[in-house]
DNA sequence: GCAAAAGTGTTCCGACTACACCCATGC
DNA sequence: GCATGGGTGTAGTCGGAACACTTTTGC
């Protein structure tokens, strides 16, 4: 078929050059949340094609020669929206022989689009990537962000097919971060009160994952917030402390388990 | 530069087509664990190359077009060792600029090999695998399989540049399946004795991660072990019952977050 | 005063730790 | 008997769940 054949009968080390080659998309589940409409939400974009359905899709792109897999996916963040404060962490690698492409003609009967070299059976490999931003942070880009929206998580319309997979996961890694790392803190302002974690909390997990009274005597027995000393009144009320995270005394805490629920 | 600057300036939607190529490897990161000698292995692969030193990686091979990643990695798997038995599971996606061979002419003072279009910046992609086999079917495989050895994981020789990172983060992987997974029951034999399975997570985890009377009630209360009834003797001492791990019995507990320890 | 939100304290209970102790076998 | 490894039981302790209660604000 090809050399690595031959290659591979030769050696049968390490591997060093012969093999197919592949375009790489890298995609990203980029997650928000809303405090005051106490939901989360996912940065879609809509495919523009030749019929006159619209579907969505991940934000993505492909990995370009001599760009890093993370490079592309700041990459395709810095062209969607404009935000400083973000975490970013690989996701997952999916394959399909299903094309993006593939989905679209089942659903709607239309004969291949003339794009050249792609076919149904285009192999590719997706490298997604998982994503939370500030909501005051996360407005869209106007120019050449076109077609980019953020959805509720509970809103979101069809995606094309493979990007489901990654969406799934993707918010099964946002609840399992919340649980098990500070990201929450990457994703708050500086400073914040304690009902607001409390409430990136229940937008997340939903309500009844613990009991605010609970949920925060746990989270200051950890002893990496600090009280500024401020207060902010929110409306009516007592008026509640500002804290800010302490990395200095997070950092031995770093490579503990540790449950943040 | 190429089309898909273009492409991407026209539509600004999911991508489709038009990126540069890339080779895909699959790296398996490949354990196990001799309960006699009380030690954790992994496979590794001798690069043989024009020079006199033999460095060593892990068992890898180019993802064929038509191929998926899991199948790949399967491949490496069915091409080394003779194992029906395994778990197997997807790693992290690696990527790199410093080629394999990079390192080998550092250390090594070599002009490059005459390999045709290898480049020094030649981009790479590994995705990489976990695997863990049971000990008595991970013999290796006479024909096909030379330089393919296993390794105590403290006496692992120097790998070839990126195959460190991939060993470090599979070892990372392997501890955090034993805890909270229960992997370990795919990996032993159908029938098996509580002690052999506190053998298994002290090799792995070290002596003191736990007391075996506490680590036997904690796993009998989570009551997917059926006795067999029939007892084993392993040379002087009361005979040891014989538990097998009851699928149906753990399905409930399937999604719960859970700790084996 | 009253509602609303922040913050504190207290009781109950299950789970994990650290042992001590009993049981069955080989020699 | 006695060493060896398997298996059981228990007292102490820690931490989380549930919930009552207090404090401070706006109106």
Redesign the interface.
Known sequence: M?D?LLK?DR???????????????VDNAIFSVDLDRHRVLVLL?????SSRFDRW?LP???????E???AAAHRIMSERIRARNLYLE?L??F?G?SD??DDRLSHQQLPPPD????TL???Y?S?SYFALVRWDEARIMGE?????SWYPLNQVPPL?ANYDRILQYGYKRLRNKLEYSPVAFEVLPETFTLSEVYQLYTAVLGEDFSDYSNFRSRLLKLGFLSDTGQKVSRGAGRPASLYRFDARAFEPLKDKPMVFI
Chains 1, 2 share one sequence.
């Open positions: 090809n690595y591979n050696d049968r080390d390490c591997p060093t050059d012969g093999g197919d080659r592949f375009q790489i998309e974009v809509r495919q523009r094609n899709c993505g792109t492909f990995v370009r020669l001599g890093s897999l993370e690989q997952y690698t394959d022989h993006p492409l794009d050249g070299n792609l059976e285009n192999p490999i490298v050449g962000a076109i077609g980019t094309i």
